[in-house]
């Protein structure tokens, strides 16, 4: 009934920059909190960037000043601008929603994944 649709991952130079968008779709009454976490080869999920419905943004230390969260409310669409970019950023990243369905049901929703791999 929900769905996250993740776009914009890709291969970037060191330096380089990328955005990703991630549009929530289905029987959704509220989106509560949107974000984005990653996984790199052998390591655990980790959280990148979230921001909640008032505009509050969290990011992870290792991303501080070189990702930028935002949404779309009306487009139900979350991006991260993702700037400066590392060879450590090189992971899958996940789009994450804490939201309501008509339902009345509340839960964590998770997208397919997009590749992002950062190497010259």
């Known amino acids: 009934q929900v769905q996250l649709v993740e776009s914009g991952g890709g291969l970037v130079q060191p330096g380089g920059s990328l955005r990703l968008s991630c549009a929530a779709s289905?029987?959704?009454?509220?989106?509560?909190?949107m974000g984005w976490y990653r996984q790199a080869p052998g390591k655990q999920r980790e959280l990148a960037a979230t921001?909640?419905?008032?505009?509050?943004?969290n990011y992870a230390d290792s991303v501080k000043g070189r990702f930028t969260i935002s949404t779309d409310s009306a487009k139900k669409t979350v991006y991260l601008q993702m700037n400066s970019l590392k060879p450590e950023d090189t992971a899958v990243y996940y789009c994450?929603?804490?939201?309501?369905?008509?339902?009345?049901?509340?839960?964590?929703?998770w997208g397919q994944g997009t590749q992002v791999t950062v190497s010259s």
């Open positions: 994450n929603a804490d939201l309501r369905t008509y339902s009345s049901l509340r839960n964590d929703y």
């Open positions: 289905g029987n959704i009454f509220n989106i509560y909190r």
């Open positions: 921001i909640t419905s008032g505009g509050s943004t």
